[in-house]
């Protein structure tokens, strides 16, 4: 789906997002807080806006931007200026090819909800954290205040698609946005996962009324 969706999936981004998405992503850099000299993964890096925001906030760092797409990883990678340190991996985000223990810090941008078991990637990303490492994860979720979700259920259930059909093409892939949020574990059982599997310091906050949510967890 990705693949076929790949060359209009930054214009869906700003267009149904109203250009939040910008926002969002500049929340989830400033919680990784990533520093010059050590090495960072995005993972489910699609067109590569979480990598790249990771070298320009920390110049010197190195991103690596995985997603086993490589549509969305050639469009990211147009994007890149030469003096960008990302790098692009096509990978599954169940078996990374990379060693344990050898990122400072990890981040998954609207990519955990799409995973076939999220418990298995999660356990991936601590797997290829340092001890201390941070993991960011930036994901829909439904909003808890009963009027704004109610509004919020109507654009996002009924216009969502149908616009989302007109940019991307795919009806299919515009109705798959609301489907996976829905399906998707709510802020706090997305908490215990993140406990479960051994990161610690678990904490999560609300983004623009609850739209979407940052967890955080950190592994010992
Ligand atoms: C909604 S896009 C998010 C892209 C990007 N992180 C962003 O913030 O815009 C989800 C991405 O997850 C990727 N993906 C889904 N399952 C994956 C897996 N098992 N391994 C690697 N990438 C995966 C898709 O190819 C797609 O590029």
Same mark, same amino acid.
């Given at each position: ?26 929340? !989830?850099? @400033?919680? *990784? &807080?990533?520093?010059?000299?050590? %090495?960072?993964?995005?993972? #489910?890096?699609?067109?590569?806006? /979480? ?38 991996? !096509?990978? @599954?985000? *169940? &078996?990374?090819?990379?060693?344990? %223990?050898?990122?400072?810090? #990890?981040?998954?941008?609207?990519? /955990? ?108």
């Amino acid at each position: 789906m990705f693949d076929s969706i790949a060359p209009r999936y930054d214009l869906f981004n700003d267009v149904l997002s109203v250009g939040i998405h910008r926002l969002w992503r500049a929340d !989830a850099i @400033d919680s *990784l &807080a990533p520093v010059p000299g050590h %090495r960072y993964l995005d993972l #489910c890096a699609g067109t590569l806006d /979480l990598a790249r925001a990771i070298a320009t906030h920390a110049p010197g760092a190195i991103a690596v931007g995985a997603d086993f797409s490589l549509p969305m990883l050639e469009r990211g990678a147009r994007k890149l200026n030469h003096r960008e340190a990302v790098f692009s991996v !096509a990978a @599954d985000a *169940l &078996a990374l090819p990379v060693a344990d %223990r050898v990122f400072a810090g #990890c981040t998954i941008g609207f990519g /955990l909800r799409n995973l076939v078991d999220y418990t298995a990637g999660l356990s991936e990303m601590r797997r290829v954290l340092e001890p201390g490492g941070r993991l960011v994860v930036l994901e829909f979720t439904t909003p808890p205040g009963k009027l704004f979700r109610t509004l919020y259920h109507s654009y996002f259930h009924h216009l969502l698609p149908r616009a989302g059909a007109l940019i991307s093409g795919d009806p299919d892939a515009a109705r798959y946005l609301p489907d996976s949020v829905a399906d998707f574990p709510d802020c706090e059982a997305l908490s215990d996962m993140l406990t479960n599997v051994g990161f610690s310091r678990v904490r999560y906050r609300l983004l623009s009324g609850g739209i979407a949510a940052l967890h955080t967890g950190v592994r010992e």
